[in-house]
Nanobody, 120 residues
């Protein structure tokens, strides 16, 4: 069974930085997507950034130029470096793993979430 464990959230002032980490364990298919979504109070969960097993990336427009995503494939770990944080980045951040099964729908897995609060 796949498990995702996140770390790195917290409270930071506007303009500050945080790095989130997510470690995946279990039997994971080789073709996959890992990344981060977030959900602010009263809003729907939204994509922040994802990176495929082929190292292709996708970012939300609101974080382009401020956030970077990377993976350590040997450790099944994905990182989200968040710079120049803004109050509107405040949300619960969820780690995501999508296992791609050719000819079928993806198997999706979620972490428990980690709170990021940007406030002075």
């Amino acid at each position: 069974q796949v498990q995702l464990v996140e770390s790195g959230g917290g409270l930071v002032q506007p303009g500050g930085s945080l790095r989130l980490s997510c470690v995946a364990s279990g039997s994971i298919l080789s073709i996959n997507v890992m990344g981060w979504y977030r959900q602010a109070p009263g809003k729907q969960r939204e994509l922040v950034a994802v990176i495929t097993s082929g190292s292709n990336t996708n970012f939300a427009n609101s974080v382009k130029g401020r956030f970077t995503i990377s993976r350590d494939y040997a450790k099944n770990t994905v990182y989200l470096q968040m710079n120049n944080l803004k109050p509107e980045d405040t949300a619960v951040y969820y780690c995501y793993l999508g296992e791609i099964i050719p000819g079928s729908s993806a198997q999706e897995h979620w972490g428990q979430g980690t709170q990021v609060t940007v406030s002075s």
